[in-house]
């Protein structure tokens, strides 16, 4: 039970990097919550009855209520739970303005532009989506240098709302990058987002809300020989 | 604090943007006066390039030279910068709050995709698809969001749900004039078809709404173009 008797229950699947950052912004708060583990190929009436319009994890319930959509349930934390730990979105309006931007930054262009580089119908429509990441990357470093202005965060000195929206996906990039040997944080390229992911990956309260690294790797492998063995039967 | 004295606003749009009328609408909330610059998007200026250089798109909201881009983020700026002043475009409570940026978020990523496939798609299997997928979004739109007894998503007054479906109101009525066939009616959807005539005569829309005949022959143009290289 979180602070006076307030019932936190997280629906979540141990995978999901949209989870993932639900997990992150709860424990940077210090926000106790129960979490309910949620078979995605069967899913629970739990869910169903708390996320009827898309039928998908995290769901936050808070005494009771749901809130659904990953963003939108870590600016209700920030917001519902203002008194608990720091805060994740700055207080200036316009600060705030620049942290929203980012974050849909990361949304709208960088994950989407990662969908069309995995999932694209053409080989052409795949690569022109990787390359659509790897600028969207670079975009993204110029993000950080503008909102951590020399500090170790997007946040500034703590951790706030994008590191947050970023930091989910870093179970899933740590993976790709060791499946497909390749650095997508490259140093070189994107020293700020390189240090940064090291140092934001390194956080006791990211470490615990991390997936397991080797058992997504598994995980992603299995996915892919089973997206194989589709393409392959439809052939 | 006298916000009206040390205060400079500007908006970077163009006349056809739905996203920039979601601008205007949010401003006209806080009864905020500001200087409106129009952007040939084909031939973008240096201005616009310097405040929004990541997207090069409108608008841009330019607050005491210091430039806010995407519109959901502006207009959540807009809230807050004038927090206390003129109507509420989110509400207090933070669930409240999440319910709005929950059904705000569902109508760019469900809702208006399918819409605008249906528009510029010929008729045909493709076409009748996409209608059936924007019809099926609808019904969760008008049953979900009971509206009861309130005349808007945000209650008595136009909210942020109500901004982010607004630009709909005279989009779809225009679209289903140039396919020939309807995709709201009154019958099907009572409380949205009612929200829409509602919406379009509140208060902070009715006064800056686009030009319409000019906005029906854009539109046209554009469902040829579509039609032409499918």
């Known amino acids: 039970m979180a602070e006076g008797g307030e019932e936190v229950r997280l629906i979540g699947s141990w995978a999901s990097p949209y989870v993932v950052r639900v997990q992150i912004a709860l424990r940077l708060k210090g926000i106790s919550y129960e979490f309910v583990e949620e078979d995605l190929k069967n899913k629970s009436e739990l869910l169903l009855k708390s996320n009827p319009v898309h039928k998908k994890v995290p769901v936050l319930i808070h005494n009771g209520k749901p809130v659904c959509e990953s963003s939108v349930i870590v600016q209700y934390i920030d917001e519902a739970f203002a008194g608990t730990g720091p805060a994740l979105l700055p207080a200036d309006p316009y600060e705030r303005a620049v942290a929203r931007f980012w974050a849909a930054f990361i949304e709208d262009t960088l994950l989407k532009a990662s969908s069309q580089a995995s999932s694209g119908k053409t080989e052409e429509e795949k690569t022109e989506g990787k390359e659509k990441v790897a600028a969207a990357i670079v975009t993204l470093e110029g993000g950080l240098r503008e909102c951590s202005k020399g500090k170790p965060f997007f946040g500034g000195e703590s951790a706030g709302y994008v590191d947050v929206i970023l930091g989910g996906l870093l179970g899933w990039v740590r993976a790709i990058d060791t499946m497909q040997g390749v650095k997508t944080f490259d140093p070189s390229t994107t020293p700020l987002l390189a240090a940064w992911a090291e140092r934001f990956g390194q956080l006791e309260q990211v470490e615990a809300a991390m997936p397991d690294g080797k058992r997504l790797i598994e995980y992603a492998y299995a996915r892919a020989m089973q997206a194989a063995a589709a393409a392959a039967s439809t052939n | ?230």
């Open chain 2, 1 to 230: 604090m006298d916000h009206q004295q040390e205060e400079k606003v500007q908006l970077f749009g163009m006349w056809a943007s739905p996203y920039v009328y979601k601008v205007k609408w949010a401003l006209s909330i806080k009864g905020m006066e500001y200087e409106y610059v129009e952007e040939d998007l084909g031939n973008k200026s240096g201005q616009l390039l310097e405040h929004n250089p990541v997207h090069k798109k409108v608008p841009v909201l330019v607050y005491n030279g210091r430039p806010v881009a995407e519109s959901d983020v502006i207009v959540q700026f807009i809230d807050d910068v004038w927090k206390g002043q003129g109507g509420r475009i989110l509400p207090e409570d933070p669930h409240e709050r999440a319910m709005a940026r929950f059904w705000a978020r569902f109508v760019p990523d469900k809702l208006s995709p399918p819409i605008w496939k249906w528009f510029t798609t010929a008729g045909g299997e493709e076409q009748e698809a996409a209608r059936e997928a924007a019809v099926e979004h609808l019904r969760v739109l008008e049953a979900e969001l009971n509206l009861g007894r309130n005349e808007f998503f945000g209650g008595d007054s136009v909210g942020l749900v109500d901004l982010s479906l607004g630009a709909l109101a005279y989009v779809i009525p225009m679209y289903e004039e140039i396919i020939g066939a309807r995709l709201i009616t009154e019958e099907m959807f009572p409380s949205l078809y009612a929200w829409m005539g509602r919406f379009l005569a509140a208060p902070p829309v009715k006064d800056h709404l686009p030009p319409m005949e000019e906005l029906k022959l854009r539109f046209r143009a554009i469902r040829e173009y579509f039609l032409k290289n499918a």
